[in-house]
């Protein structure tokens, strides 16, 4: 099985670590493709970076693979990936909350700068139940500082114990791709389940494809009806 | 005062009938300055359009005005709209739907392809209180369509009906720009208020202007940090 | 056109307020009539105020208008207005919430007593969507005291800077009509959105006058079936 | 124990029934105190007509008793009457879904005009949780026709069985004081539980009373501050 | 009317204060039965627990009665038990959630083990409307302690004290069926309401059986379908 | 890996047909371990059964493996089982609709009793987003004869064409581990993904078991607080 893992932005040394993560976990004849945004910012952190991220997702997409991954906390895009994907689509921020939903009664997430909370509550009331989601906290620490800067590690985790205690979570979902690396140590020092989403959606896309379950077409989901796209946007155009 | 129209769609004919709506309603001092995007999708009928719309409607809120109306029914890229533009931005969903919550107890939205109908619902649940939107009833007739085909207008006046008695709902909300001509007859005959999102987006917008009303900068609707932008939409890079 | 102010307490220094509030957004051409009830309490500050302030409500919505404005932010006697009155009734919170919602995430309402949250609590969940309002704080000042009280300015803007921290909200709601005249400065202070219910709610009746909608007719808010009434409130009686 | 039973419309034959009622569940030591209301209208069949039923209930709740029951569906004025009531105040409707709640999994309301539909639907939404109340049907009998039309019991009846079926319920709340007499035949023609508001409120003020539970003064139900009244209603002063 | 009150724990000194609480609640004509569980854990405070108080609880509410009082706020078996016994049952967390409702705006549950927390707030989801239980608080003494340890009642009343404060509430719900013979110094100290589920529960079930009301049979509470039972519960055979 | 797979009622040859379905789908390093409860009901089709179906169940989990699988579609015990079992639990009405979830835009359940319709909503509000359930169907064949009945493909098939029709749903979710077989058939015909429960419970528990996820055991999901437990239940006393 061959799994696309996207990175939507265009930091290749972030591909590099969402790269790894979702290996980490593959399952034995799986084949992780993990690829970088060929359009579009450099790091994903307002809704404008969000929006433009997404032509270079669906231009992603348009690869054939039996599974994808869109592996940016917002996941953007997610539902016109779907509608143009070969195979079933998972957003990270989706299969981490879909994943810790599972192992516990309430999750809060710790995010990266303040003005992405209310995007994670949006995609909490999407993905799973009322009450599910506790809480959402940021550490305010730009997404490619959270790979150089040498206090992160201790910042997130030391937000992450604030967040059980203040929203009396018992799971903590790590709200961007780029803090994978911190979920095993987390765990350890915090003594609960956290979940980084880059590896839950890698297992999950790959249960949904073992599962033969792809994407409905029917109706919200069908292939797009063909038109004509002009200007910038000219090669998006499906026939 | 001047509000700027934005079709996100590249058919100019229908920005003539967007602005021919907005022109009817805006006050004696407003300049209503309707605008095609300069890119993308020729009509937007599938999160696939919608997502690839969103590039050429961020262009297009880069010109200064004094507030924006974003004139398709799904209200694309409103959020990173608002984090970019000059003045206030309100899309044409989010208007018509305010303005029905205020003449009536429920409405019904009345929307081109079935395969839009859940973008409605998701719209009505973010802008209005629950049960506010009673039903979304499609009538399956193409976006470009709605110009040139003889029977539209008589389809959509059955269908609204249809949805009044079936809903228990009290107001018809048109869900889409291009039925913007159809809101005087449809009232007429069902004899309950019809929203033509168009009209409301422009007096809306007017009004928030009015009242000296801008867009929050108070962290989600900040500025974006800016960054690199590569590729294709190199451009977009801001400072 | 004619918009109808009503200030539903008997108060008329709190009328003149209100008044000019009104005029100082209307349009060109409205004509702005501001009228004191001409019964009831002198201030609204419980249920009970609340209650017996609607019949002069009702009482003031008789006389035709365009439009009318219910001026007192618990929005007393909506509904009934809404069956009787000529035009398109509008409630100051409503007005406010509705604003509020297309320049921000998520509001913080600043009120009078504590006693009153509850009742701006219910009007945040009829109006808006879940979520937007993410707050009500109580400044402890009585309606009546905030014109003459001269720290009263002071009290509420702090508290606003208080429930944004706490809430994590980006707009503050002013939640009673006597605290208009403390908008602009709030605004300028706090960096964020102040929205005063008076002007906004003429500025939106205009808007629904000027769309030429009016409050639906089908079942709910259609004539009230005529009846008699007797005792104190036989001249309510409608034929 | 006294318990005082409102009539919130001004017509007698009303209160015998609603007295009836009562009377007929009501302890042993219990005082039943049926009060038909001194002002307003001879029914309550829209908001206008509620509205104005309300100053009627506040001055029949000045009498001191141990607890009272409001006697009309709509529960008018159930705020207000909390608020300066000697005792516990119970409305109908909201008895009538408490119970029904605690004999099935979900029911549904037969009221009279469709018109009240609404009012009935924001009632469960304040009183049961959600989906508790799964549809709310209107016989389109008038209020005062229910006692006189000979074939009401049968139509509202067979609206009950209808409700059952297209909603999935397994419980009826009647949802007007005059279909009182009807509870007893619907169960057994239906085999369900129907719930008539008055005796259910009947009971479950006297059980408030029983445990020596009253209405909270904390914060919102505290005695309304005392303030000047004027005009029609001077004499809803409070000291 | 004879009451079956149930402590679904086998210690039977619990079993006495239960009986205590309902007796001096109930009707001069209500004989009440208090019955210690046959099987099961001495207390119950986790899901586990809960679990496996349930068959003891079944084979009480074999035995007949007018109506049943299942004296464990988690309300265990109580959807089961619906189907089994042959008059109404009411739960004490559904039961001091209810009558909660009717004497203030919002409640907050006081509770003994932390752990419980979760199920408390399912319940009230389950039980009464959105907002309605505004906080649960948790003292973390034992249940079997709550009865020796002579601190139990100030922490616990303290505990009320801080939840009115941080919840904005007016009510307080006792947690526990041992908590019962704190709730009249609670409530004189504390100024608000305060509910005891066994109490609310006794005077509750007497309500619905003085109404005539049981258990609906239509559909999902009707008995349950006869089968054979196997192993250890082989005796749970229904024929 | 070693995945118990537990059938919660006694019936072996429901046993089977769960272990195929798992065994189908689990990877090459895993084990499927499937057993049959040792006590209890033949089969689970209400709340009295699924009550007593527990004791078993926690019986089986006790039983040390990586993680496991309940195969009653109203999970059962779910939360008992989760403080005490050695590995990620999951039930396979939770694991379906997560499922369901990431592959479509609504789903509806099939189910075979109409008496467990209640069940199936309660376990999507718990589980899933609002509005991700969008009706729960009944076929009203017994669990033990979908095995023999040789129409029930047929009719449950035709139930769910019917069902996405009735609800605009793009997904099934077959509502009992019995009709796991008619899957891939409902699927080919109906041309929607369609998901079994067994199946998607046993990749998704493994797919947590690789992500190295297991139920927190932060406060509510702690093993439980050890005690004595008397009758028929004493060998469930743990120490």
């Known amino acids: 099985m061959r799994i696309r893992v996207i990175n939507p932005n265009t930091t290749e040394s972030m591909t590099a670590l969402i790269e790894a993560s979702a290996r980490a976990v593959a399952g034995p004849g799986t084949v992780v493709e993990a690829v970088t945004s060929g359009m579009g910012p450099a790091s994903i952190e307002s809704h404008y970076d969000e929006a433009l991220a997404v032509p270079g997702i669906l231009a992603a997409v348009a690869e054939p693979a039996d599974g994808y991954v869109l592996a940016c906390f917002g996941d953007p895009g997610l539902d016109a990936a779907r509608e143009v994907a070969s195979g079933p689509v998972v957003g990270i921020a989706e299969a981490a909350m879909h994943a810790a939903a599972m192992v516990g009664r309430g999750f809060s997430v710790v995010t990266t700068l303040s003005r992405t909370k209310g995007r994670a509550h949006d995609l909490a009331t999407r993905y799973v139940a009322a009450g599910a989601c506790r809480g959402v906290h940021a550490c305010d620490i730009a ?50 389940p956290v979940v980084d989403g880059v590896a839950a959606a890698t297992v999950l896309v790959e249960s949904l494809v073992r599962l033969g379950l792809r994407t409905s077409v029917r109706e919200e989901y069908a292939p797009p009806p063909p038109k004509r796209y002009t200007g910038l946007l000219a090669d998006f155009t499906r026939s």
Do not use: N, T
Request: proline share 2%; net charge negative.
């Open 143 to 192: 997404v490619l500082d959270l790979e150089h800067d040498p206090g992160a590690r201790k910042e997130v985790i030391d937000l992450a114990r604030h967040a059980l205690e203040r929203d009396g979570s018992d799971v903590i979902v790590l709200g961007c791709a780029g803090m994978a690396e911190f979920a095993a140590a987390a765990s350890a020092e915090l003594g609960v």
